[in-house]
């Protein structure tokens, strides 16, 4: 549940705009509603209170009267007579009718009298707390405070009692105590309560409505922005935005199209240009196979007659055959890439084990390592490197990176390894030599890219190997990556998938920097 919270906030603006809107509304209505029900809350006791204090202190005065009434012939005697006109005058003080308990309790110097207790609707004397009894007698004044009003036989509630001594001449003394039942102030406060916060709950929902169709209307634009902008991306050059109104969202719109219309034009221009060069390399290689063909016809018989010819020519005459097969060897390169560049190039898969390809490119590589004074080692694993792919592909690839490696390797030898894993395979040459730094990296995959643009290639190469061994493995659904130093050499690491059109993701079984492994 947590993570598809996670996903959806992560994903849709919509959801974020509408759970950080209510979040907020819940805090504040919360907050405010919380501030609004303690000051109706306090209002409405306070009030209450005043009131009830106020009805005690009526009482009181009436019960007192009582007293002095009965005192004008002297301090009367307490008796069962005066304590029930005493709780008679307690009870009907309010001529609206009480709305109140009374309790009549023997004060402390009125402990001999046994005059027994007094109380309506049978409430309880637990009801008084004892620290304020205890209040009422050593201070013989008025004191209140909130109790729960308990009964004999019916459920307790809470409420205000408030209490206060009745003298009656200068020894004796009753505790008399007011009950104000607050049942129904407190059912008053759970209504407004309870409609406060269904209140604030039917706010918030309808909040949450309200920003929900509002980022609706706001999405919408974008959403379709985003899905018009993949369109375009996908070669879908003509797809622009409705444009409604004259908003945000109808200059984003407009913005938009300005931009789709600016790339659909520059994308087409570029196409154009593309294509006449494209068909102008095609073009340019074709027409030079035929007088290319003429000449090294003419060329043969010039080599195989160099023995017959004197030392001045003969240097020329193998020169000139030299040349024409660099020359035809570039030509062909030209003809391979404009098939890449038009879309053109086919592959031809099969499931192959790598270790029998390189095997062959090693082969026919080592006359010229040895020519160079370099080694070629074969590292390869005893079980079969099998993956789908075109064997006469791959085996230029590693062709075009073993005579990378020998041209600028220095005479030091070669490693050449082999490997596979659970989803993919992988073929790497290493060389020791001058190495690449950071720049190099870049651009080593470049057509006709030099390091040291002064240095000769002296293998007769085209400068077009390492582009075409990268368009191989991108026709296979592969990876061609390198690494380098200066001074340690580089390593070329082609990884192919096992099975056509499997994702490789990030995994290879052979490392990229051979100094993390010591290879």
């Known amino acids: 549940m947590f993570r598809a919270l996670t996903r959806r906030w992560r994903r849709s603006l919509a959801f974020r705009v509408v759970a950080t809107t209510l979040v907020a509304a819940t805090v504040l209505v919360g907050v405010s509603l919380g501030f609004l029900l303690i000051r109706v809350t306090n209002g409405l006791v306070d009030a209450n209170t005043s009131r009830s204090i106020a009805e005690a202190n009526v009482g009181l005065a009436a019960a007192q009267q009582v007293v002095l009434q009965a005192s004008e012939g002297g301090p009367p005697p307490p008796s069962e007579g005066l304590a029930d006109s005493i709780m008679n005058s307690l009870v009907t003080s309010d001529d609206r009718g009480a709305a109140y308990e009374v309790l009549l309790l023997e004060g402390s110097s009125a402990a001999d009298t046994q005059l027994s207790e007094r109380g309506t609707n049978l409430v309880e004397v637990s009801s008084v707390p004892l620290d304020m009894r205890t209040q009422v007698r050593e201070q013989g004044r008025e004191v209140w405070t909130y109790t729960t009003i308990q009964y004999v036989n019916q459920p307790s509630e809470p409420g205000l009692v408030v209490g206060s001594l009745l003298t009656i001449g ?115 290689s074709h027409e030079l196979r035929t007088p290319l063909t003429t000449i090294r016809m003419a060329s043969d018989v010039i080599y195989e007659s160099r023995e017959t010819m004197p030392p001045s020519l003969l240097r020329s005459s193998e020169l000139l055959h030299d040349q ?24 031809e898969t099969e499931s ?98 030099r390091a040291d643009p002064s240095r000769v290639r002296n293998l007769g190469g085209t400068g077009l190997g390492l582009s075409i061994a990268l368009e191989d493995t991108r026709l296979h659904g592969g990876r061609l990556a390198v690494w380098g130093r200066p001074g340690q050499g580089a390593l070329f690491r082609l990884t192919l998938p096992r099975v056509a059109g499997q994702d490789l993701g990030e995994t290879s079984p052979l490392p990229l920097d051979p100094t993390e492994v010591g290879v």
Not at 324 to 331: A, C, N
């Open 324 to 347: 024409l097969d660099r020359f035809e060897s570039l030509l062909a390169d030209l003809l391979e890439i404009s098939r890449f560049d038009a879309g053109a190039a086919q592959l």
């Open 352 to 449: 192959t084990d790598l270790r029998v390809v390189v095997g062959a490119a090693v082969e026919a590589a080592r006359p010229l390592a040895r020519a160079r004074g370099c080694e070629i080692v074969e590292l390869f694993p005893d079980q079969p490197c099998v993956a789908a792919c075109d064997p006469r592909r791959i085996e230029r690839i590693v062709r075009n990176l073993l005579s990378n490696a020998i041209e600028h390797g220095e005479g030091h030898p070669i490693e050449v390894r082999a490997a596979v894993g659970a989803s993919c395979a992988a073929v790497s040459v290493r060389d020791f030599g001058r190495g690449l730094d950071d720049d190099d990296l870049d651009r080593v995959f470049d057509r006709f890219w």
């Open 170 to 284: 200068t020894e004796t003394a009753y505790e008399v105590y007011y009950l104000f039942p607050y049942g129904e102030l407190q059912g008053t406060l759970d209504l407004v309560r309870s409609t406060a916060w269904i209140a604030g709950l039917l706010l918030i929902g309808l909040l949450g409505l309200l920003m929900s169709l509002i980022a609706r209307h706001v999405v919408l634009p974008v959403r379709q922005a985003a899905r018009t902008a993949e369109l375009v991306r996908a070669g879908h050059l003509e797809q622009r935005l409705p444009v409604r109104g004259e908003d945000d969202l109808a200059a984003l719109a407009l913005a938009f199209n300005d931009m789709a219309g600016s790339l659909q034009t520059q994308i087409r221009q570029l196409e154009s240009l593309s294509r006449l060069q494209q068909r102008f390399v095609s073009d340019v």
